[in-house]
């Protein structure tokens, strides 16, 4: 049978040879769907090779390549991104849309805020009617990044009648205290929470036999536990409100599949936490969705293509669209999950990753 696997194989072969990998030309071959010819090796013969005639390429693009290890970078090593300017579309015509999609009144939390996707979605809720409370590490840029909100939306609507509400707070997402004293400032300052977007996480490449434990920790007290301990202490003040609200968990397309050929640790527990718990706080109108991005241009995937000049190709072959996803291509669908017109949407992963994942 020829499966959608063999066929994804086929056309990885199918492709032209990349700089990374030493390709021959002779990996073009025709696609058909004859079965693969069983090997007549015993188990102890050692390792075997799925196609003899191209023993060199056999599995290459669908591999890991160990040679790719990338550690997060220091704070200081990444520059600050700049708000997306006309978003608000200033001085275009634009047709009223769907009210349900106005995020008005309603205030929100994107935690990892100050940079990257997380600045980006915040802006996008701002735009869409929110207020919204930037938590992350790094407080000085959150509250630059706040002003820098602000004032770009000022530039954006220049009749606005209201300015929205921006604040930034400190919080480290992986520690429990930090996280109660974070949610109590915001709820002291905006008055309540009725949306959190998480996008406060990371990811390194290290060959599992190599990870250093004290990383592979720190890799999951941010990306897990930080999604857990926002998530949860944001529902107690919905509950106790008995408000509905409506969460994203920034996940990974590498939640579903495994990418190539960067070996990553996975963000599976994060697209799964979100099924979970929406199934658990749907009695209280309290909806969880995932958003898993594929791949996205933002200061720190640069850094990684920076220190690995060939994976850039690597990686938009393999991306139908061809191309990397823009920090905006995000706006749309955090307000759409976040507002009413997905209000019987939940325990959905909404993977925004230009078709990568269904190939
Ligand atoms: N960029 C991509 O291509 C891509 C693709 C898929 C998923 N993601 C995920 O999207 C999210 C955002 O990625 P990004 O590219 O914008 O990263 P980024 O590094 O640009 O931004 C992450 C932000 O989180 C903050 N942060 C880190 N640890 C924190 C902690 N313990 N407490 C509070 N804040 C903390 C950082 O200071 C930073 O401002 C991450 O979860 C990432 O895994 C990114």
Redesign the pocket.
């Known amino acids: 049978m020829f499966t959608l696997r063999a066929f994804r194989t086929a056309m990885r072969t199918a492709r032209p040879a990349m700089g990374m990998c030493a390709v021959a030309p002779a990996a073009a071959r025709p696609i058909h769907s004859t079965p693969m010819r069983r090997s007549t090796k015993s188990e102890n013969d050692g390792p075997d090779t799925a196609d003899p005639e191209h023993p060199e390429t056999a599995g290459s693009f669908a591999r890991t390549d160990a040679t790719v290890t990338v550690e997060y970078p220091e ?1 200081h090593e ?1 520059p600050s ?1 700049a708000p997306v300017e006309g978003a608000g579309r200033a001085g275009v015509q634009v047709y009223p849309t769907l009210a349900t999609f106005s995020l008005q009144g309603k205030v929100g939390v994107v ?8 600045l980006v979605m915040g802006q996008g809720m701002v735009v869409s009617g929110a207020d919204l409370a930037i ?4 407080k000085e ?1 959150g509250i630059k990044q706040a002003e820098n909100i602000i004032e770009t939306f000022k530039a954006d609507n220049p009749n606005a009648k209201k300015l929205p509400k921006v604040t930034a707070h400190y ?4 520690d429990p205290e930090s996280v109660d004293a974070c949610i109590a400032e915001i709820i002291k300052e905006h008055g309540k929470i009725d949306n959190l977007v998480t ?5 390194e490449n290290f060959e599992a036999t190599k990870y250093p434990i004290d990383r592979m920790r720190k890799l999951w ?3 897990v536990d ?1 999604t857990y301990l926002f998530a949860t202490a944001v529902a107690r003040h919905l509950m106790e409100r008995e408000s509905k609200g409506s969460m994203v968990f ?5 939640g579903s599949i495994v990418n190539v050929p960067q070996p990553q640790a996975a ?1 599976a527990a994060v697209r799964h936490l979100a099924a979970s718990l929406a199934v658990e706080w749907a009695h209280a109108g309290i909806r969880v969705n995932c958003i ?10 640069q850094k990684i293509l920076d220190d690995n000049p060939d994976l850039k190709e690597k990686w938009t072959s393999l991306i139908p669209q061809g191309k990397m ?1 823009a ?1 905006e291509d995000l706006m749309g669908p955090v307000t759409f999950l976040l507002s009413n017109a997905s209000d019987y949407v939940t325990g959905a992963d909404l993977r925004v990753d230009g078709g990568y994942t269904v190939t």
């Open positions: 704070d990444l991104s935690t990892g805020g100050a940079r990257g996707l997380g938590v992350d590490l790094n840029e919080a480290d997402v992986g996008s406060a996480g990371f990811t007290a941010v990306n930080g920034i996940g990974s397309m590498s963000k898993s991005p594929g791949y996205m241009l933002t200061a720190l995937t996803g920090p």
